[in-house]
C-alpha cells in the first residue's frame, strides 16, 4: 500500500510552470484533493504534507534539493518513517508519452530521467512505484534541456492539467493497494478508430422485360 506520495520539480518561482515540475503540479492536486497542508522541513530537504487514510499515516513530499538530488529528500524521509520503497509512488514529467496522457507502472530504470536517476542511487533500488505525466518530447535530443524548462503551450498545459485531475481521481484506489483498478482510470485510452464505411451492395439488375410472343402470318 502507498505511504509515500512524491511529487519530482525544481524549487523557486523561476522553474513553477515549467515542464520538469509536473510532478509538482500533481502534489498539489492531490493535497487539494486529501485536505492536506504543506510545511516546510529542513531536516527532510523538502516540503511534507502528512495526513490519515484508513487510519493509516500518508506524507507528501516535495523536495526541494532541486531535480538533480531528489533522492536525498525521499530517502530520509523513507528511512525515518521505515517507508518501503514499494510503498513509494513518484510522480515524474514523462517525455516519451504525449502531453495529458498518463501510465503507472511499478520498477524499471531511470530512463535518463535524472530525478528518477538519483531516487534509484538513494534507495539502492527501482522498485518502486512511478506515475508518468506526459508532457510531449521536442523531437530533438539536443533540445530536451531547453524543452522541460520551457513553459509548455497554452493547449499543452491544458492536457497536462486535464492528466493529472484523470489520475488524482484514482488516489482512493491506489492509496487502498488496488493498482489494478486505478490503472484502468489513470491509462489514457484511445478512443478505438471508426471503421470505413461499407461500400453499398451492388443491387440485382432487373431482368430484362419478356419479349411478345412471336406471330407467324
Known amino acids: ?28 492536486a492531490a493535497a487539494l484533493a486529501l485536505k492536506a497542508s504543506f510545511q516546510p522541513d529542513k531536516g527532510h530537504q523538502a516540503r511534507v504534507a502528512r495526513t490519515q487514510i484508513g487510519g493509516r499515516p500518508l506524507w507528501l513530499l516535495a523536495p526541494q534539493t532541486y531535480m538533480n538530488l531528489s533522492g536525498r ?7 525515518f518513517y521505515k517507508i518501503e520503497p514499494a510503498d513509494i509512488l513518484v510522480v515524474h514529467d514523462e517525455l516519451d508519452l504525449p502531453a495529458g496522457e498518463t501510465k503507472l507502472k511499478f520498477g524499471g530504470g531511470h530512463a535518463g530521467h535524472n530525478g528518477l536517476r538519483d531516487i534509484h542511487a538513494q534507495l539502492g533500488t527501482g522498485d518502486y512505484w512511478r506515475l508518468r505525466l506526459g508532457i510531449g ?45 486505478a490503472t484502468l482510470q489513470i491509462h489514457t485510452t484511445r478512443p478505438p478508430r471508426p471503421k470505413p ?16 410472343p412471336e406471330t407467324r402470318p
Request: no cysteine; proline share 15%; aromatic share 6%.
Open 1 to 28: 500500500m502507498i505511504r509515500l506520495l512524491v511529487g519530482l520539480g525544481n524549487p523557486g518561482p523561476d522553474y513553477e510552470h515549467t515542464r520538469h515540475n509536473a510532478g509538482f503540479w500533481w502534489l498539489e
Open 137 to 181: 518530447h521536442p523531437g530533438d535530443r539536443a533540445e530536451v534541456v531547453h524543452w522541460v524548462l520551457k513553459k509548455p503551450s497554452p493547449e499543452d498545459r491544458q492536457a497536462i492539467e486535464a492528466g493529472i485531475a484523470r489520475s488524482v481521481q484514482a488516489l482512493p484506489d491506489l492509496l487502498a493497494g488496488d493498482t489494478a483498478r
Open 73 to 79: 529528500a525521499v530517502a530520509s524521509l523513507a528511512r
Open 197 to 212: 464505411p461499407r461500400p453499398p451492395a451492388a443491387r440485382p439488375e432487373a431482368p430484362p422485360p419478356p419479349s411478345a
